[in-house]
Structures are given as C-alpha cells and as structure tokens.
C-alpha cells in the first residue's frame, strides 16, 4: 500500500507472514500461500520479505515458487551468502546440480565460515566424482560446525567413497 512507509509495510509483511504459517500449521496452506502473496505485495522490493516468502514456500513444498523469490531476494541484495546458500538447496532438489554448486561458491565467497555451506558444496562435489574436493570442503564444514550432523554424514559418505572410511572419524 502506498499509504504507508517502509517500515510500517515490512512490519506489516511479517505479519502476514506469520499469519500465513498459522494458516499452514492448521493444515490449510492455500489460505497461507494467500498471505504469504499479500505480504509480498506489500514489500516486493524488501530483499528480506522476498527471502522469507522463498523459505515459506520450500517449507510447504512449492520449490518452483521458492526458486522464483529466493532470486527476487538476491536481485535485491545480492549479498547475502545465507539466501545464496539456502537456493542452492533447492536448485540441488531441482536436480540443478551446476546452478547450485554456483550458489553455493557465491555463498562462500560472501560467507567463507558459513558451515553448511561448505558442506552443501561438498555434497555437490561427491555426486560430481570430485571426491578430493569434497572431503576437502566437508571437512571445512566439520572443523567449522563441528556438531553438524549434515557435515558429518556428508564426510561419512565421502570417506566411503574416497575409500578411507577411517578417515570420517578424524
């Protein structure tokens, strides 16, 4: 609405969003997805509202639609290594194996202590046959976060592979 300024839409937009997670919590996720484009609405040009419709969205399965926002976040704020590495995410679920490793370089390049990151990259290296670089990477990932269940199994699995599996217990 134009009747109101920056911070009286995004205040707005997050609820609406909120909102929308009620409505998807109570098991009706088209009445949530509703609110979620309402607020939207409100900020399309708010980085941060674009980011948090795209998570909304891959939370209640509409990947295509999270893909859609996560970009619009980063056509914003290009800068943001947690938003490049959650589309990454998603790109590696849409079988965008090339597209994702880029996110996940980008979000590293912005963030190069983002754990997760340096695992989701591992992962991707692993299924590329780059078994080296990936250990290399996921043990980044277990050094950084060094609780991280997604980094270990991820080391788990290219131990395996690089055929040292005693090498995931370092």
């Not at 399309?44 to 998570?55: D, N």
């Not at 490049?84 to 090339?98: D, P, Q, S, W, Y």
């Amino acid at each position: 609405r134009e009747d109101l300024d920056d911070r009286s839409r995004f205040i707005l937009a997050s609820y609406l969003l909120a909102k929308g997670d009620t409505e998807v919590q109570a098991g009706r996720a088209e009445a949530g997805r509703a609110l979620y484009s309402r607020a939207t609405s409100l900020g399309p040009e708010v980085a941060e509202i674009q980011g948090e419709l795209g998570s909304r969205l891959a939370d209640i399965g509409d990947r295509d639609g999270a893909i859609d926002a996560l970009r619009r976040s980063l056509s914003l704020r290009e800068e943001d290594g947690v938003v490049h590495n959650r589309l990454g995410r998603l790109l590696v679920e849409a079988g965008r194996v090339g597209e994702a490793e880029a996110e996940f370089r980008r979000a590293l390049e912005l963030l190069p202590d983002l754990a997760i990151a340096h695992s989701n990259l591992g992962g991707i290296l692993g299924m590329k046959g780059d078994i080296a670089g990936a250990l290399k990477e996921i043990e980044s990932a277990v050094r950084l976060d060094p609780g991280s269940t997604h980094a270990r199994n991820n080391l788990g699995r290219a131990a395996l592979l690089s055929g040292d599996p005693a090498r995931a217990r370092r």
